[in-house]
């Protein structure tokens, strides 16, 4: 199964540097990046852009309606209406299976706004995570979310001093 997390940026352009970053440790075969999109929100425009990391195409398509999906929720709902998002709503119960829920999509929400970033990443398979994690450090994020076992992302967190 992969493991879906969430990072957060204070700059519209930190999580396109972890994505490069991901993708030569997936190189070097230190980790699996199944698939990556991208939330980019620069200072003075109404609304974020997304980008995925694999195409529409072929294998990544079906990812892409998920991120399709998940970024509408998140992030051009509130601007919809509230039918249109109680009509939503209910299709969100599928996601939960996957850590997304009600306070997953509050919680990005309220973190990815103007003049932030944020990048979600499916992973699996790290071979080094302690070099996985060293490598990371080396950026300034916030851990929105992640949906590993609790204990697991307990040893996370504490790796980057977050609570």
Same mark, same amino acid.
């Given at each position: 199964?992969?493991? *879906? @997390?969430?990072?957060?940026?204070?700059?519209?352009?930190? +999580?396109?540097?972890?994505?490069? /970053?991901?993708?030569?440790?997936?190189?070097?075969?230190?980790?699996? *990046?199944?698939? /990556? $999109?991208?939330? @980019?929100?620069?200072?003075?425009?109404?609304?974020?852009? !997304?980008?995925?990391?694999? #195409? !529409?195409?072929?294998?990544?398509?079906?990812?892409? /309606?998920?991120?399709?999906?998940?970024?509408?929720?998140?992030?051009?709902?509130?601007?919809?209406?509230?039918?249109?998002?109680?009509?939503?709503?209910?299709?969100?119960?599928?996601?939960?299976?996957?850590?997304?829920?009600?306070?997953?999509?509050?919680?990005?929400?309220?973190?990815?706004?103007?003049?932030? @970033? +944020?990048?979600? $990443?499916? !992973? #699996?398979?790290? !071979? /080094?995570?302690?070099?996985?994690?060293?490598?990371?450090?080396?950026?300034?994020?916030?851990?929105? #979310?992640?949906?590993?076992?609790? &204990?697991?992302?307990?040893? *996370?967190? &504490?790796?980057?001093?977050?609570?």
């Amino acid at each position: 199964m992969a493991t *879906l @997390s969430v990072l957060k940026f204070n700059d519209p352009y930190g +999580a396109e540097r972890v994505m490069i /970053a991901l993708q030569g440790m997936q190189e070097r075969q230190m980790i699996t *990046l199944e698939d /990556a $999109a991208l939330v @980019s929100w620069p200072q003075g425009n109404r609304k974020p852009t !997304t980008r995925q990391l694999h #195409s !529409t195409a072929g294998a990544g398509a079906g990812w892409g /309606a998920f991120w399709g999906f998940l970024f509408g929720l998140i992030f051009f709902v509130p601007f919809l209406g509230a039918a249109i998002g109680a009509g939503m709503g209910g299709m969100t119960g599928a996601l939960a299976d996957v850590g997304i829920d009600d306070d997953f999509i509050k919680q990005v929400r309220e973190k990815v706004t103007e003049g932030t @970033s +944020a990048l979600f $990443a499916l !992973t #699996s398979g790290a !071979t /080094a995570p302690d070099k996985v994690i060293d490598e990371l450090k080396a950026y300034d994020f916030e851990i929105i #979310s992640t949906n590993l076992p609790e &204990e697991q992302e307990k040893k *996370l967190r &504490e790796a980057f001093a977050q609570e």
